[in-house]
Structure formats: structure tokens, C-alpha cells
């Protein structure tokens, strides 16, 4: 080959490895400035007033909105009165309406499905009409009328938000943690045979101490990852849905006045980044429920596909005066962004300890992206003073989501808003 030849050949590599590689960084990473992007308001619609959601009853579900509400909460407890679900398509204006159970109070009342083996939902609750005698129930909805497949009282030990959740393969988990155990049944665990609604006692899931709570899980190829909260512990729960055996480990550890568990936990997975993301609610220092109210820090973990701590971020709730509600809730939004939901209050959450709204500071709706080290970097932020509590998040596609709050108010007047990232470019 000539040297002449071999110079331009050489060039030529050369300079299509300097494009590949700067395509390839900007397929690997697009970091987007915070002037670019902002959070638009598509839709704002009123539903009512004095209405409660929780972070696992808001769904969508093949194009359509799913939503289970109670009314009249009582702060100190987040019960209400009944059960109403409430369903319509995405691009329609016209909610179906459905009330159950309306001399009930109930709790924690969330969403479950499995599109694969039925077009049923199930709903999950506790009931607390009697608070000295609790029950954890689960009904089946068919789209008309529900029927009950499981219910458990505290004969065995106080029941408290209870989970579900299917396994794909033709059955659906349930959780009941006991949060008087003392750790050793700390949660009860059963599996329910879709078809003929047939239950099967599992295990009791041992942890090191009381206070087991339940907020969030995530079916994750043939295993279940659940955050597990006890008295000032967060430990990570990984199921084998076919050996039906679970193993657990402690994921962070800090100090609470009254011992209390983090809340409002949510977990997603990012698969082409081989990362688990985690935030939560972390009980600040100063924090003590029956003085403050239940108030922390929102906390961002990111774990890597063998669960081992990559980066710890708090990303709100940085001081006495901006200290955060446990009325917040996350949601991954695409394959490197998530969206969180927080308000801050003034060292006390009145509303929480007396039912009146006082004190509130700021309620913060933000974006944040994660890249290929684990972490985390704001994207857009948009910050009130008109403040929200029951914030709930739920994806509608890459970039846009539905947001539902109740304004901090008299009448409690709850919202859902169409809310799109926008990034100018």
C-alpha cells in the first residue's frame, strides 16, 4: 500500500472513530441541562373534596386510569370512610364511579393485577373500622361487583397495610406485617391461586426487629423485591417465586426519637443500566411523631444488579424548616428519569397530629436522571407555595405523567393534573 494511501485511510479511521465515539457518548449519556427543561401543566382537573388516595391505588393499566379513594381521612390514622373506585380511559373525560363498603373504615387500600391470567382487579386494604381489632382483606373485582378471597384479623398479631402482588405465573403474593411481632413473624406471607382463588400459607418472613411496614414491590424475573421498613431500618427483601424462599439485607440504619421506620417507599428497576433506585421517606433526628407530626428527609438509593449500594442522595427535607411530609410518592418515568413529589413543612406537621393545615413551606414536583454510575442529577423543578399533601404519580409514557393532590385546605379539594417534562432543544 502507498504512504499516501495509508495516511488517508488512516485519517479516514480515525475520524470515524472520533464521530462513533461521540454518537455512541451521547447514546450512552444525555445530559440534560436544568434551563432546558421545564414541567408543563397539560390538564387540571377538580375530583372533589375531603377524597384520599394512597401511592398504590392510583394504576394505569392498557390505557386506563385506575383509582381507589376513601373520603373524610383522619390524619392521624389515613383511614376514611368506604372504598370508591373510579376508572376511565386515558383519553376520555367520563370517570365510571363505584362505592363498597360504606360503613367501613379503611386503610392503606391499593391496586393489584395480572393481566396475563385475568382481566380482574383485586383490591387490598385494612379495615380499621374496629382500631382495636383490625383485618387485612382482600376483594376481586370483575368490573361489577366484588368478592372476597382473603381476610385475616389480628387473632395472630396486629395486621397492617397489606401488599400483593403477582408473580406471572398464575398467582398473586400477599404480605401482612405485623408490626407488635417482634420481628421473628414479622410478616406473614401467602401465595393465592388465581384460578381457584386457593391460598397457601407461606413462610413468615423473620426480620431483626418490629415495626414491619409495606409500601412498595416489584415483580423482577422470577423474583419479588420488596423494601421492608422496621422500627429506624430499611432491609431489602429478594423472593424466589419458585423456590418460594426470601432473603434480606440491610440497606440503611439511622436514629429516630421513637423509633420510628422509614415511609412512603417506592423502588423501580433500570434495566439497560443494571440498577435498582430506591426513595424513600427517612425519619430526621429531630422528628418525633406524636410532637412533629411524621416528618424526615426524602432519600434517593441507588443499588447496582447485585443490590450493593452505588450512591445515597437526600435530595429534600435538609433542615428543621424544610422538613418533609410522609404525603409524598415517586414514579420512574423512563429508562434514566424519575419524578418525586414532597412538601416541606416547618418542623411540625399539624395536619398530620391535629387535622388542621399549618405550617407548610413549599410543595416541590421534580425530575431527576440518573446516569451510568449510579448517580443522580436534578432535570427540572417546580416549586409552590399554593402546597399539596396525597400527592400520588403515575406514568403515562416517557415523558409525560398523571399527578393527583389534595390542596392544603378546608375543603381538602383533590386534583389531577396531565403533567409533561418539556425539553427545548
Sequence with gaps: MKPKTRIVITCCIVSLLVVSGCKFGKADQVLIPMEEASLQTLQHEFLGEHLHSNMRAFEIIDG???????????????????????????????????????????GMANIVSDPTYTDDLFFIFNDRTNESFRYAIMERFDGASMRRVFELDQSEGQVLNPQAISSQDGYIHIFVPDRTSSGRDGIKWWRMNITTEELERLQDISLPTSGARLYDLIYDEGRIIVPIAIAQQLHLGIIDTEKLTITTQLLDKFTSPDRMPPRSINIFKYEHLGMYLLVYLRPTAFSNRPRTGLVGEVVVKVLDADFKDLSTTVIGGFNTHEAVTHYMKSEKLNDRMFAVAFTNVDEIHHFHLTGVHDRYVTSHLTVWEINESGKIRLVAKDTTDQTRWDQVIARVDDQSFLFTYNSTNAANDKWLDVMKLEISR
Design 64 to 106: 386506563r386510569l385506575h383509582m381507589l379513594l376513601t373520603t373524610n381521612v383522619t390524619p392521624a390514622t389515613g383511614t376514611g370512610q368506604g372504598l370508591q373506585y373510579w376508572t376511565k380511559h386515558l383519553d376520555s373525560d367520563n370517570w365510571e364511579k363505584y362505592e363498597f363498603l360504606p360503613d367501613r373504615i379503611i
